[in-house]
């Protein structure tokens, strides 16, 4: 036996050696796809245009405050679109003061000038494009935080989709779909705001004082009253726009009861919230505080004293809801809202149901494959099986090396690769029968034949990389799973089908003078 | 043991009547598909499905009555059908509606299911699997699938023409195209959906198409060194006829393989194992009878151009495989 064949088989043992070790035991070590497992899977879209809303319309709000400060007097300061604001009818006289007070808007803001003095505000597109990606990054994290915190095992939250915008939500053995949406998609917005006037059970009311008017300054929104022992009724009240303090300056959040022993949040503040919030509330003791979660009034209590850091929300929840809310606070708002585009359920049942069905399917695959190799092939069959299962090893070893999932369409690729992996072992030893047939004696036949084949086989191969490579970018979840089974299959069939199979050929003929060949 | 001995059959001869049967089928599917359209995955089309499984399986009559009550209409579009084994117990109910386009509305119609089939007298049941997906999905899977398959189409076409020579390239394509078409006629023909899965069949079969043709191309290279004299129809039929046993026992195995899958790989992977079935058996006689084809019909009208682009090829080549085969008689182990 050559030294040369010694190093060539030790080679192989120890790379289906390290494979082996990958997989056994298999139940625990190969991953499993959602579609296996169960669990739930999602696909939303952040609505990016939120945030570019957001930060138009602040932008466009200090413009206001700075043209008031400036004694600039114009017809209207409004938002377009969510990229664009205009400010209207600026007197001829002040043009010139007008532009150098709003310079600061210019940061990230074109201006047009149009007719009448009116002029346009269009954000930069390198800023929306910044902006848009910020807002799905910072989605994906407070998902991420939130997921986390239902204590998911193993979730899977990535940003896809050809506009970059949309997020990929697994979170496997996850049952309560609709609780995790809701937990998911909750904006958790949360906003202390000042009410000056209210609450009244209508908006006309609300408005008498103010002349039916709603000052640039301040806005309405509306809530549920729920005093104990009384109907429930929907209320408005008028508050200042700009809040006291909001979900950002949150330290914690947790349930709790209140007074009435019903079910509330309690938070705490960090030290910029808490400077905020005990000035504010120390000057307008006595005056109603609101509390606004994605726009909607829960409560609003009187301010009795000073508050530094510590606060309480109630209004008329459940257990449930308490736990919920005070998970979504901690985990912070969303940046923008987001809309469901696709929502998977897949039971553990039918994960089971699949399994089984997979393993069947592989064996009796397997076994038509070797039986008839065996038959065709006699005892040079044996030596394309043995190939087989190390290919087989190998691509699942390669799998959990790289902590790829099996995904139902990977078993699919797993079979697949059973039954077109012999194909180079066919094709090579097609070959060697033409050179046995044209009397070239046992040992050049075998030579022969693995080296003409050898490149066709690198043909093959990347031709049907080629289109698996596609095939990856074109999936999502499942898709990928099978796209990556085929190229792992790929890779390692090129290595046994030509080095592992040739080292077992040169082996048995390195022992005896063979005059013939069983293939 | 050996399937042909020494099989010399006029293939590049019937060349014809391949292209006759294979313009039929296609044209037969193509017609289908304008008749009565493509039945869409609901990844495609959008929609809900909900999969049940019942304690005791009431009839699937039953099960549409009470699902038809709870849309406008009684619900005629409403597909409902046994899931997986009998055994299982599972019945799948399709409706083509998500209730809102997106958003959080988007499980309603499934939502609806669900408490049509509880608040009717069918029984205990656990819904065991939901797929509810919008619009927007589809459209965006539609164009990204189109442009996987030209991709990778187009992929192979110069790796093939960079390895070999473009009228092997354009062969190659024309039978992977071939393969496609057949394809697309057979899932009409049996109406099996077009979901992700069979895109994935789709492309896979892209890949093992090209896969048979190289090999047989590999020989027609291999053959146009040694037979200078003999025409190309002869030269590709003897090359066709020389792989006839690897073709016949590699489309064998992939096969086996494959019927494995559709018989036993569950309701989820039918549709997959089904178009790759077709694939398998298609892209086997497209390499045998259209690629072939193809090469043969071009490199006869180039033929006539004397001292040619694809004479200059050859003379390049030449002496690089010469080498190797030189290289190769004397020392067997190189690989």
Not at chain 1, 321 to 347: H, M, N
Not at chain 1, 398 to 410: C, D, E, H, K, R
Request: proline residues 4%; hydrophobic residues 45%; charged residues 15%.
């Amino acid at each position: 036996m050559g030294k040369d064949i010694r190093w060539r088989f030790l080679l192989i043992v120890v790379i289906v050696g390290a494979c082996l070790w990958a997989i056994v035991p298999p139940a625990q070590k190969i991953r499993l796809g959602l579609d296996l497992k169960g669990g739930v899977h999602l696909v939303l879209r952040v609505n990016t245009d939120d945030a570019l809303k957001l930060e138009t319309v602040s932008t466009m709000e200090r413009v206001r405050d700075e043209l008031d400060r400036a004694g600039i007097t114009v017809g209207a300061v409004k938002d377009l679109n969510p990229t664009q604001f205009q400010v209207s009818e600026v007197p001829p006289q002040q043009d010139a003061l007008f532009r150098q007070t709003a310079a600061e808007a210019q940061a990230n803001y074109n201006r047009e000038s149009g007719v009448g003095g009116s002029y346009t505000f269009t954000m930069k597109p390198n800023i929306a494009v910044q902006l848009r990606g910020d807002a799905v990054t910072q989605a994906k994290q407070t998902i991420e935080r939130r997921v986390n915190d239902l204590g998911v095992t193993e979730p899977v939250i990535a940003i896809q989709g050809s506009a970059g915008d949309q997020l990929l939500v697994q979170l496997p053995g996850v049952t309560d779909v609709q609780r995790a949406k809701d937990i998911i998609h909750s904006t958790a917005l949360l906003e202390l705001k000042l009410v000056e006037q209210g609450p009244s059970p209508t908006r006309e009311a609300l408005l008498q004082a103010t002349n039916g008017q709603v000052p640039p300054n301040m806005e309405v929104v509306s809530g549920v009253d729920t005093r104990a022992g009384e109907r429930p009724e929907t209320v408005y009240l008028l508050v200042r726009k700009a809040p006291v303090v909001t979900g950002r300056d949150l330290r914690n959040a947790k349930p709790s009861l209140d007074e009435n022993n019903q079910p509330a949040v309690s938070f705490s503040l960090n030290n910029e919230g808490a400077r905020k919030f005990s000035k504010a509330t120390g000057e307008n003791v006595n005056r109603l505080l609101a509390i606004v979660l994605d726009g909607q009034a829960r409560s609003w209590p009187r301010i009795e004293n000073r508050i530094s850091d510590e606060g309480q929300i109630t209004g008329g929840f459940t257990q449930q809801e308490v736990q919920d809310l005070s998970l979504v606070l901690k985990s912070g708002a969303l940046p923008a809202s987001l809309t469901y585009l696709e929502e998977r359920t897949i039971g553990p049942t039918l994960g089971a149901d699949s399994i089984r069905s997979g393993i069947m399917a592989s064996l009796v695959g397997l076994g038509l494959v070797v039986t008839f190799m065996l038959f065709y092939y006699r005892l040079s069959g044996i030596n394309a099986i043995v190939a087989l299962v190390f290919n087989l090893i190998i691509l699942l070893g390669a799998m959990s090396y790289v902590g790829a999932a099996m995904t139902l369409p990977g078993v699919a690729g797993f079979i697949l690769t059973i039954g077109i992996g012999v194909d180079s072992n066919v094709l090579i030893f097609e070959r060697i029968k033409e050179e046995l047939a044209a009397q070239r004696g046992v040992r050049a036949s075998v030579g022969t034949g693995f080296s003409r084949v050898f490149l066709t086989l690198l043909d093959t191969h990347s031709t049907a990389l080629i289109s698996a490579a596609f095939l990856f970018q074109f999936g999502t979840g499942p898709i990928r799973g099978f796209a990556t089974t085929l190229v792992f299959g790929l890779i390692s069939n090129l290595f046994t089908s030509t080095f592992v199979s040739r080292t077992l050929f040169e082996l048995v003929l390195s022992r005896r003078q063979a005059s013939t060949l069983s293939i | 043991m050996q399937i042909f001995k020494n099989p010399n059959y006029n293939f590049v001869g019937y060349r014809w009547h391949a292209i006759g049967l294979s313009t039929l089928v296609i044209l037969a599917g193509l017609v289908t598909v304008w008749l009565k359209g493509l039945p869409l995955g609901v990844e495609f089309s959008g929609g809900s499905i909900v999969i049940v499984q019942f304690d005791q399986v009431p009839g699937i009559d039953r099960v549409r009555g009470a699902v038809g009550s709870a849309f406008p209409g009684g619900g005629q579009n409403i597909v409902v059908q046994s899931y997986g084994s009998p055994e299982q117990r599972q019945i799948m109910i399709r409706v083509p509606e998500v209730g809102e386009e997106q958003g959080t509305g988007l499980s309603q119609a499934a939502d609806a299911v669900e408490r049509s089939l509880a608040g009717s007298a069918l029984g205990k049941f656990t819904v065991v699997g939901r797929e509810v997906v919008g619009p927007v999905v589809g459209q965006d899977l539609t164009r990204k699938g189109i442009w996987a398959t030209a991709l990778s189409l187009l992929g192979i076409l110069v790796y093939i023409a960079l390895r070999f020579r473009l009228s092997f390239a354009v062969g190659a394509i024309v039978a992977t195209i071939h393969d496609l078409l057949v394809m697309i006629a057979f899932l009409a023909f049996f109406r099996y959906d077009l979901s992700l899965n069979v895109v994935a069949a789709v492309l896979t079969i892209i890949g093992y198409s090209v896969n048979d043709t190289v090999v047989i191309f590999d020989r027609v290279r291999e053959n146009l060194k040694g037979m200078r004299k003999d025409d190309i129809s002869t030269i590709v039929n003897v090359a066709v006829n020389q792989t006839l046993g690897r073709t016949i026992i590699t489309a064998g195995t992939a096969l086996l393989s494959v019927i494995a899958l559709f018989l036993f790989g569950g309701e989820v992977l039918r549709a997959f194992s089904f178009t790759m079935i077709v694939g398998i058996i298609s892209g086997t006689y497209s390499t045998v009878f259209i690629a072939a084809a193809v090469v043969t019909f071009w490199r006869h009208k180039t033929a006539r151009v004397p001292a040619g682009a694809p004479a200059s090829v050859k003379a390049a080549r030449a002496p690089q495989t010469a080498r190797t085969k030189v290289k190769t008689a004397r020392n067997p182990r190189v690989m």
